[in-house]
C-alpha cells in the first residue's frame, strides 16, 4: 500500500463532499473534503511535508469515523485538507524525474539524487511550513529539501490554499497534522489564548503526548503560526508518530489512534463551550 496521490485520489471518491481548494506546480489537486453542518466550523489538514505523507493516511482514517458519528454532525463542521502537498509527497516515495522542468531545477539547486529520506518541501523547493506571512524569513537561500520559506510570503500555491480555506471558513479550531514527535505545539510568539495552552496540555496527555512551546526556527512560517497571529483562535501543530521520517507503516495504526483521541478530545471541548 502506498500513501501518495492515487490514494488521496481514490479515497475522495468516497465522500459525500469534496471540493478542490488549489492547484500544484505540478497540476495535481488539492482536495478538501467536508462533512457536518453544525454551527462550529473546524480545519484538520496533514501531508504539509513530503516525507509526513502517513499524516494523510492518519487523518482520512479520521474523517471516515467521523463520517458514522452522525451525534456530531448537526453541532460541527470539519474540512478536511488531507494532502496540503502532493508533489512533495510524490517525491519523497517515488523519487524525482529528470525530465520534469521543476524537478531538472531541483536537481541543479539541490545537488542530490536521493530525496526518499529528504524531501519535505513542494515540486519548486520550497517548504510549505516555512511560507506562511507568519514571522516569514528565509532560513536558507535557494530551494531545498526543507526549511526554504520562499521568494516572498505566500508564494506557493499549497500556501494559498490553506491561507483561502481558513479566512473563508475562519474555524474556531484548526490542527496542522505533522509527523513526527508525539507532540502538541500551540503557541506563536505569545500570541495563543490561555485555552490553547491548558487545552494542548490536558489532550496531549489524553493521548501520551507532550505539550511543548515551540523554540527557535521551530516557529515561524508555519500555517498554525498564521492562523494564530491573524485570529487568536485555536490552532495547533500535531506531530504525530514517534521515530524517524519517513516513518515506517508500522506506526500507522498508532497515528490513527492518536489522531482520533485528539480531534475528538478537542471538538468535544468546543462543543461543551458552546462556541459559535
Ligand atoms: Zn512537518
Not at 505569545?190 to 493521548?207: F, H, K, Y
Not at 515561524?220 to 498564521?226: I, L, P, R, T
Amino acid at each position: 500500500m502506498s500513501y501518495g496521490y492515487s490514494y488521496i485520489i481514490n479515497e475522495v471518491k468516497t465522500f459525500k463532499n469534496v471540493s478542490i481548494i488549489g492547484n500544484t506546480t505540478e497540476h495535481r489537486n488539492i482536495f478538501c473534503i467536508r462533512i457536518g453542518e453544525g454551527d462550529i466550523p473546524i480545519v484538520f489538514a496533514a501531508s504539509f511535508h513530503g516525507l509526513e505523507y502517513l499524516t494523510t493516511p492518519a487523518l482520512v482514517s479520521f474523517a471516515h469515523n467521523f463520517d458514522k458519528m452522525t451525534q456530531y454532525h448537526n453541532k460541527v463542521q470539519i474540512y478536511f485538507v488531507p494532502m496540503v502537498n502532493p508533489d512533495g509527497v510524490e517525491i519523497a516515495l517515488h523519487g524525482i524525474n529528470p525530465s520534469n522542468f521543476y524537478h531538472k531545477k531541483i536537481i541543479e539547486h539541490v545537488g542530490i539524487t536521493d530525496f526518499s529520506n529528504v524531501w519535505q518541501a513542494n515540486a519548486s523547493g520550497v517548504d510549505i511550513n516555512h511560507n506562511f506571512n507568519a514571522d516569514w524569513k528565509s532560513v536558507c537561500k535557494a530551494p531545498s529539501p526543507t526549511k526554504y520559506g520562499g521568494e516572498f510570503p505566500e508564494s506557493e500555491p499549497e500556501t494559498r490554499a490553506v491561507v483561502s480555506l481558513l479566512q473563508q471558513i475562519e474555524p474556531e479550531l484548526f490542527i496542522a497534522f505533522h509527523s513526527q514527535g508525539k507532540e502538541i505545539y500551540y503557541d506563536f510568539n505569545g500570541m495563543e489564548s490561555e485555552l490553547a495552552r491548558t487545552n494542548a496540555t490536558e489532550i496531549a496527555r489524553l493521548a501520551g503526548y507532550t505539550a511543548v512551546r515551540a523554540e527557535g526556527t521551530a516557529s515561524f512560517g508555519g500555517a498554525k503560526d498564521w492562523y494564530v497571529q491573524e485570529y487568536h483562535k485555536e490552532a495547533y501543530t500535531v506531530e504525530l508518530g514517534f521515530g524517524k521520517n519517513p516513518l515506517p507503516l508500522s506506526q500507522l495504526e498508532g497515528m490513527v489512534k492518536d489522531t482520533n483521541t485528539i480531534c475528538i478530545g478537542l471538538i468535544d471541548k468546543l462543543i461543551q463551550r458552546g462556541c459559535k
